[in-house]
């Protein structure tokens, strides 16, 4: 049985940086899976912020293009997000996810991910 556990998330001030880990084994008879971060505010929906694959495909929310970095250590199971020149917007509960339907493109639909980490709070003040 897979399971995810976050880490990384903390409180810092605007223009800040944070490394967010996610750590889990994925599914060693799965020859196609992807793995995303989702973020979640107080009274929002729960929305995708970067995904990545194991062929090593990457996809961002326009929210966060050229800020955040997705990136995993298959060595380590853990999977990064590089989370720089954060704003107070980003505040948020964030999760990692793993999902395995074979569409072969990373998505940033909620629905798509079988399996959720616990949430780890990122707090990013003005």
């Known amino acids: 049985q897979v399971q995810l556990v976050e880490s990384g998330g903390g409180s810092v001030q605007a223009g800040g940086s944070l490394r967010l880990s996610c750590e889990g084994t994925?599914?060693?008879?799965?020859?196609?899976?992807?793995m995303g971060w989702f973020r979640e505010a107080p009274g929002k929906e729960r929305e995708g912020v970067a995904a990545?694959?194991?062929?090593?495909?990457?996809n961002y929310a326009d929210s966060v293009e050229g800020r955040f970095t997705i990136s995993q250590d298959n060595a380590k199971n853990t999977l990064y997000l590089q989370m720089n020149s954060l704003k107070p917007e980003d505040t948020a509960m964030y999760y990692c996810?793993?999902?395995?339907?074979?569409?072969?493109?990373?998505?940033?639909?909620?629905?798509?991910?079988?399996?959720w980490g616990q949430g780890t709070q990122v707090t990013v003040s003005s």
């Open positions: 990545t694959d194991n062929f090593g495909q990457t």
């Open positions: 996810a793993i999902g395995y339907d074979g569409t072969y493109y990373p998505p940033l639909t909620r629905g798509r991910y079988d399996i």
């Open positions: 994925r599914s060693s008879y799965r020859t196609y899976y992807f």
